[in-house]
């Protein structure tokens, strides 16, 4: 087997809360009077909130303080938890195979609801180590979430594949030595070294 580990990007890959990211967002927009459509929307795809956030407010003509910022971040995180509430599991017979294989699996998100995210789907099992935004310093396209889960795990980022569905992810995994298999449509700025539909077939493609 070509891989020994598999660190998973959360949102869009093992399940799919963009639509959630972006009625959240979207009603922050409104809250700040600045524009908000899915172009803009796919500017934000592996990117921290607050991030996000500052490319929001760009499109305002407002000013805000630190403290504005912070409580704008804290009500969009609320709507958008309370969207994930609605959300049902849809990768499990996917990590189950990956995981009979001998396969190490991680996850490394910039999102911090990863622990509820993962508890909502009821996946925690599937997986041995989980680095997410509260854990690193830096954001993708810095490979710090995807080497610090291959650390965690006590594998060689070279011998890792990265499972991911936005740029910056593609961008932070060659920046950080992995392969990477992309999935869904979104536009690269390189061919990834696999490319699928979703997450589910990942186990036909490397086993």
Request: proline share 2%.
């Given at each position: 087997m070509k891989y020994k580990g598999i660190i998973f990007d959360l949102?869009?890959?093992?399940?799919?809360?963009?639509?959630?990211?972006?009625?959240?967002?979207?009603?922050?927009?409104?809250?700040v009077g600045a524009p908000f459509d899915e172009t803009i929307n796919m500017k934000l795809r592996g990117v921290s909130r607050m991030e996000s956030l500052e490319i929001i407010?760009?499109?305002?003509?407002?000013?805000?303080?630190?403290?504005?910022?912070?409580?704008?971040?804290?009500?969009k995180n609320d709507r958008y938890r309370k969207l994930l509430a609605q959300m049902s599991p849809a990768v499990r017979d996917a990590l189950t195979a990956l995981h009979n294989a001998g396969l190490k699996l991680?996850?490394?998100?910039?999102?911090?609801?990863?622990?509820y995210i993962l508890e909502r789907l009821d996946?925690?099992?599937?997986?041995?180590?989980?680095?997410?935004?509260?854990?690193?310093?830096?954001?993708?396209?810095?490979?710090?979430?995807?080497?610090?889960?291959?650390?965690?795990?006590?594998l060689a980022p070279a011998d890792c594949l990265v499972v991911e569905d936005a740029a910056a992810g593609l961008e932070a995994a060659r920046a950080g030595g992995m392969d990477c298999a992309i999935v869904g449509t979104a536009p690269m700025p390189f061919e990834p070294t696999y490319h699928m539909q979703d997450v589910t077939k990942l186990p036909g493609t490397i086993l």
């Open positions: 949102d869009g890959v093992l399940c799919s809360t963009d639509r959630f990211h972006f009625e959240a967002w979207k009603q922050t927009a409104e809250e407010l760009s499109g305002s003509s407002k000013t805000f303080t630190d403290a504005e910022k912070e409580r704008l971040a804290t009500e991680a996850v490394g998100s910039s999102s911090k609801n990863a622990a996946a925690n099992r599937y997986f041995d180590a989980v680095c997410d935004g509260t854990m690193i310093a830096h954001s993708k396209p810095d490979p710090e979430v995807f080497t610090k889960a291959a650390a965690m795990v006590g």
